[in-house]
């Protein structure tokens, strides 16, 4: 059993500092990609406070196609380019939006998502996968989440 603890959400820089070392250790030794996506998903979920949604989009040739995540069940292909997941895919940059309703072509798949932040993971100079969070609060990540999650994407890059 894993049982990880997160600390008060009050201290956001702690809890992305323990998310990390986490995942660094449930990730250690495990090759599987799935697998380890999985319980990242669940880890985030856990450490990261008044979330809808939280997980993966897989890049497959020219588009993203959904892998595990927490949350509604959601839109399955998101070709680059299309939605803030699709954004952050072609631009290789993190996308924070704080008013989903105000992104050109944000894609709803949860009508409760006010606000989304999604990052990139980059192997090789190639974005692989992108992380997607959705919360119910506008503008619920402020730079700091950014910089959680991009830490948390690079420290990931060669497990996923
Ligand atoms: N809102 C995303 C789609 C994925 S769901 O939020 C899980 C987008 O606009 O790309």
New binding site residues.
């Given amino acids: 059993m894993y049982d990880f603890t997160p600390p008060s959400a009050a201290d956001k820089a702690e809890c992305y500092a323990q998310l990390a070392e986490a995942t660094a250790a449930l990730v250690d030794g495990e090759p599987d990609a799935v697998a380890n996506m999985a319980n990242i998903a669940a880890l985030i979920w856990q450490f990261v406070p008044d979330l809808n949604?939280a997980?993966f989009?897989r890049t497959i040739g020219e588009e993203l196609v959904l892998g595990p995540?927490i949350?509604k069940p959601?839109?399955i292909r998101?070709p680059f380019g299309?939605?803030?997941?699709?954004a952050a895919a072609v631009t290789a940059a993190t996308q924070r939006v704080e008013d989903?309703h105000a992104?050109p072509?944000?894609?709803?798949?949860?009508a409760a998502?006010r606000s989304?932040l999604?990052v990139p993971v980059l192997r090789d100079g190639r974005v692989i996968a992108v992380i997607?969070l959705?919360s119910p609060l506008p503008a619920r990540f402020d730079a700091q989440d950014a910089a959680g999650i991009e830490a948390l994407a690079a420290l990931i890059a060669a497990h996923i």
């Fill in positions: 949604w997980g989009y995540f949350g959601a839109c998101i299309r939605g803030v997941c699709g989903v992104f072509g944000h894609i709803a798949c949860d998502s989304e999604v997607d959705d």
